[in-house]
């Protein structure tokens, strides 16, 4: 498809997952493709301490990857995880699975392994890459993007807004210059809760110290400890836990009270953490939040795409793979449309309910995660709702099985008849404690009731 005028290349701001896969894609149909990046080459350079948190791959992440062609040089990063392993603060563990079929799993990938992966490929596919190179501004009326070159003297130089993506993530400039120069009406509502980064090493000789197939949680009902695995055998492990307040991480300002604050809460894996205190000091407190834009494109000039977009809260694993997502739903408009402000427009009535449903799921789901995976009627629906699957597995298909394994659900439908099933898990355990308890012809009459049949999975 040709781009509409001459020889004039595409620009991507912002070579992390999202614009770096979207620049594949682009390259992919044959345009000129120029990503250009505030940071260094981080194939070239070491990432910074603390910002290395590992994502969970599932099934619209992987399908945006496989029509990349990429996805055979993703799978040797991947460590599958078929479940949940919740650590009680005595030390027991409860293994929660995911779905009951083996393809039912997610992935812990490296976020940096997974970025120099997309970049090598965008390279191979003929982007031009340019880093040290940062969107400062726009200028709408002569239709420029300001940039700014790090390269010591800071000099500033533009480029025209002609087919321009923003994937400069939640903080996006672009984004900002459209609310502050356009009237666009945006929100960030950030959590009162924050996150840090640590490292839990494996043995000696690269045996994991915990279970390796398993996304690890320690549910603190305030708070909580996830952890995700690497190829090495090491974990990525990111506490989760209030900014402000009696316990939080403003409190946690020494090695005392850091390691005192982990004998208390996590005392299984404290001593697995050789250099916990020193990791907790050193690394940066992140924050969250959830990125809700009512416009996203600027006529066919410009165009937010993935965090710049619709940020959100990493709690359900969807943060990335949503905006692949977005990438595989932009190729396919742009492949049978030659009018790209229509593409445009399309895009984003289609994608903002989708993207606005995730987020609400990811808050949701911190919830559990972080408290009502304790609780014994959490199991009891747990299992409740693999048992609905398995007698009616047209209709009853757990949420989370909806998000994570079913890219041909769309996020807005898993969301709704979520809610749905939740109402029907309610009345079906009111009077009940154990499966054997629950009145399975109402089931069968409640959800042919309320849900309608689902199309057979597509893969």
């Not at 996805?71 to 949940?84: S, T």
């Not at 079913?406 to 404690?433: K, W």
Request: charged residues 25%.
């Amino acid at each position: 498809m040709s781009d509409g005028m001459g020889n004039e290349p595409i620009s991507i701001i912002g070579a992390g997952l999202a614009g770096a896969l979207l620049s594949i894609t682009l390259a992919r149909r044959g345009h000129r493709v120029r990503l250009y990046e505030r940071q260094d080459d981080m194939r070239r350079v070491q990432v910074d301490a603390g910002r290395s948190i590992n994502l969970a791959l599932a099934a619209r992440g992987i399908r945006a990857l496989e029509l990349a062609g990429v996805m055979d040089r993703v799978q040797p990063e991947l460590v599958p995880l078929p479940g949940r392993m919740l650590h009680d603060l005595d030390g027991a563990l409860t293994f929660v699975p995911y779905g009951q079929r083996p393809e039912e799993v997610i992935y812990s990938v490296s976020r940096a392994g997974l970025n120099c992966i997309l970049l090598d490929a965008a390279e191979d596919a003929g982007v031009e890459l340019l880093f040290r190179q940062q969107a400062i501004g726009a200028d709408f009326t002569r239709q420029r993007v300001v940039m700014q070159s790090d390269d010591g003297a800071r000099q500033t130089h533009e480029i025209p807004m002609h087919r321009v993506f923003a994937t400069d993530g939640a903080g996006s400039v672009l984004r900002r210059a459209m609310v502050e120069k356009l009237g666009v009406a945006c929100t960030e509502d950030l959590l009162v809760h924050g996150y840090k980064e640590l490292t839990l090493p494996p043995f000696p000789d690269g045996t994991p110290r915990i279970d390796k197939h398993a996304l690890h949680i320690w549910p603190r009902g305030g708070f909580m400890l996830i952890a995700l695995p690497n190829v090495d055998g090491s974990f990525n492990v990111t506490l989760f836990l209030a900014l402000t307040g009696p316990e939080s991480f403003e409190t946690l300002n020494s090695p005392d009270s850091v390691d005192a604050f982990f004998a208390q809460h996590f005392p299984d894996v404290r001593h697995l953490m050789p250099d916990l205190a020193a990791e907790f000091l050193q690394h940066p407190t992140g924050i969250m939040g959830t990125v809700r834009c009512q416009q996203w494109s600027v006529d066919d000039k410009l165009l937010l795409l993935g965090d710049a977009a619709h940020a959100i809260t990493p709690f359900h694993g969807q943060g990335m793979n949503c905006c692949f997502e977005d990438c595989r739903e932009l190729d396919a408009l742009l492949r049978d449309s030659q009018d790209w402000a229509r593409s445009f427009r399309e895009f984003e009535s289609w994608r903002r309910p989708n993207t606005g449903a995730i987020a609400d799921m990811a808050i949701e789901n911190y919830l559990e995660m972080r408290d009502t995976v304790r609780h014994p009627k959490f199991h009891l629906h747990k299992a409740l709702s693999l048992e609905l699957e398995r007698r009616h597995p047209q209709r009853f298909v757990p949420r989370y099985s909806m998000v994570m394994f079913r890219d041909d659900i769309p996020y807005a439908l898993a969301h709704e008849r979520g809610r749905i099933q939740n109402e029907i898990l309610d009345a079906l355990t009111q009077n009940a404690d154990t499966l054997a308890a629950v009145d399975f012809d109402a089931a069968a009459r409640m959800i042919e009731a309320r849900l309608a049949p689902l199309p057979l999975p597509t893969r």
